[in-house]
């Protein structure tokens, strides 16, 4: 038998709290318990020694004098999971409710942030201001439990609470308990459930969630996808799947994105899928702008290209890159096409590559143009390093003068030595060692040309 806010529990054997008998005894100044002795408050801290894990969600709360009460068999729930299944561990999570301070001994919101939930001083009085209605710590002390019970750390909770301090003001019984049920019935794990928590709290407070996650992971193919996308889009998870998601899924589909396309997209540029139709047809009508047109090859490379740009933007982008790389209009629009990140890169880079690729290699603008790509890697990772081995081979005649030195490029790293340099073992014993030197942004002496 434990005793909890004037709650005297008798549980049955293994401690299972859907069968415990409930007995109610009023603490009041001069007043008795049920047995007839006098009833004293317990002190805050004999209240924290003395509190047992939380009861069911059935169980009768006090409300006036003293009575007897009969904790409901189950929860609704509870048939959904007999003690065995998966679901059992979750089902658990329903059966709490947990004690409260009694009102007169008063209830300091910062406090309790600090010592129950993990926060700093400066976080709980940062907190504290959005959850000052709270007179007790009932709803709170059931919210720590189901976090416990999925297994969050404390580190993990307070991460939770100073993120979102509402999430204490939600019921276990009523949203949060069926929430974790429902996924649980969808086949996420607890560690899932407890991650999905973590990472979108505001949106597991939405019964809606349960609804929308079959539909996600369904579209992006995997539970880590759809991770991915709710770090970027938190609120994703009560958007209208009907009103929103569905039609915006629709018109990309109607532009010739398949559904391993639009699940690249999306994942990479979640708000394409919750926002307006209207913003979804204007990024659209964007990319083709550039020369992409729909149901090409590019078309999903220049959605992700444009999503985040203005008309604005993309203009300043194109007139960048015509003076910077020297192009021509037509030849700026091939380039573009064939590389639409073209206009996400950044200005000081291209800066330094076009001075590189034209005045040190040699190659002529309309070249880059047209194999754009060159554009994308790495000066010092990639770019130099294999300039120096292919200018080496071709002034100690080991190579074609008239080899290009795009295929030199694009080929992986094991190709590249592979074609490059183990041919020349003999004739070039140290090329391997001088290779690898350039990659880490060393000029080996043998690479110095006159």
Aim: hydrophobic residues 40%.
């Amino acid at each position: 038998m434990v005793m909890a806010r004037g709650v005297e529990v008798d549980l049955e054997a293994g401690g299972d709290a859907r069968g415990a008998s409930v007995r109610l005894a009023k603490f009041e100044d001069g007043g008795s318990d049920v047995n007839g002795s006098p009833a004293t408050q317990p002190s805050r801290d004999e209240w924290r020694r003395s509190s047992p894990l939380p009861l069911a969600a059935g169980a009768a709360t006090p409300q006036s004098a003293p009575c007897s009460a009969s904790v409901a068999p189950s929860s609704p729930t509870s048939s959904l999971y007999p003690a065995t299944s998966p679901g059992s561990s979750v089902q658990r999570l329903l059966s709490a409710v947990v004690p409260r301070i009694p009102q007169s001994l008063g209830f300091a919101m910062e406090d309790y942030l600090v010592e129950n939930c993990g926060l700093t001083r400066p976080q709980a009085l940062k907190a504290s201001t959005k959850i000052s209605h709270l007179r007790s710590p009932s709803k709170p002390d059931a919210v720590l439990a189901f976090l416990a019970g999925l297994g969050l750390s404390t580190a993990d909770v307070a991460a939770l609470v100073a993120k979102d301090p509402q999430f204490l003001c939600t019921r276990v019984e009523t949203t949060l308990g069926p929430n974790a049920v429902g996924l649980t019935a969808l086949g996420l794990s607890q560690t899932e459930i407890a991650s999905l928590v973590s990472l979108i709290p505001t949106s597991f407070c939405y019964k809606s969630i349960v609804s929308n996650v079959p539909y996600y992971l369904s579209l992006l193919g995997s539970y880590e996808n759809l991770l991915r996308v709710l770090k970027n889009s938190s609120t994703l998870l009560f958007v209208s799947l009907e009103k929103v998601v569905k039609p915006n899924v629709a018109f990309l589909r109607e532009c010739g994105l398949d559904h391993c396309d639009i699940a690249k997209l999306c994942i990479s540029r979640p708000w394409l899928l919750g926002t307006s139709l209207e913003r979804v047809q204007a990024t659209v009508a964007c990319a083709e702008s550039i020369g992409v047109p729909r149901g090409s090859g590019m078309f999903r490379q220049a959605l992700h290209a444009v999503a985040f740009l203005s008309k604005e933007k993309v203009t300043a982008q194109v007139d960048y890159l015509k003076n910077t790389l020297r192009w021509s209009d037509a030849e700026v629009g091939i380039a573009v096409s064939k590389l639409p990140m073209l206009l996400v890169r950044s200005k000081g880079i291209l800066h330094i590559l076009s001075e590189f690729l034209i005045s040190e290699v040699g190659l002529e603008p309309a070249y880059i143009a047209h194999r754009p790509a060159l554009l994308s890697y790495s000066l010092e990772g990639r770019l130099r390093p294999r300039y120096y081995v292919v200018k080496f081979l071709k002034e100690n005649g080991l190579l074609d003068r008239d080899r290009s030195f795009f295929p030199a490029v694009t080929v992986t790293d094991r190709v590249f030595v592979e074609k490059y340099i183990i041919p020349h073992d003999e004739a070039a014993p140290h090329l391997a060692e001088d290779y690898a030197a350039a990659c880490k942004g060393e000029v080996p002496a043998r690479f110095i040309f006159a």
